[in-house]
């Protein structure tokens, strides 16, 4: 993975510099940066971690899609504006899963598949 495509990953997904050095990359901010302008190399883990993030994605996108046929009334996900707003709805996830729900309620949206609320 190259500087660039870490940085399109995280942007991706929503996260913030500071979130990803600290829940992915289990750095500091100065170091994620380092790897996104290229002047370190990407550790595999993180490398893997994104990679992993984006397959998760995939999947629930998919499994949402498939779903979409069989529900009754209209089609709606919740976009949670705070970490707080979702920890109240889903007490056992992390930030990163709260970054990649709004990263996937927001391709929905976009593809016309769902309404927010």
Not at 1 to 12: C, G, K, S
Request: hydrophobic residues 40%; aromatic residues 12%.
């Amino acid at each position: 993975m190259t500087n660039l495509e870490l940085q399109a990953y995280r942007r991706f997904f929503m996260l913030k510099v500071s979130e990803a050095s600290e829940y992915i990359g289990k750095t500091d901010v100065n170091t994620w940066h380092d790897w996104e302008n290229g002047t370190k190399p990407i550790p595999e883990f993180v490398v893997t971690a994104m990679q992993d993030l984006k397959k998760l994605r995939i999947e629930k996108i998919n499994i949402i899609i498939n779903s979409i046929n069989d529900r009754v009334g209209s089609n709606t996900i919740r976009y949670f504006m705070t970490y707080e707003e979702f920890k109240k709805v889903n007490i056992n996830l992390d930030i990163i899963q709260w970054r990649l729900h709004q990263s996937i309620a927001t391709e929905l949206y976009f593809r016309g598949l769902e309404k927010l609320c």
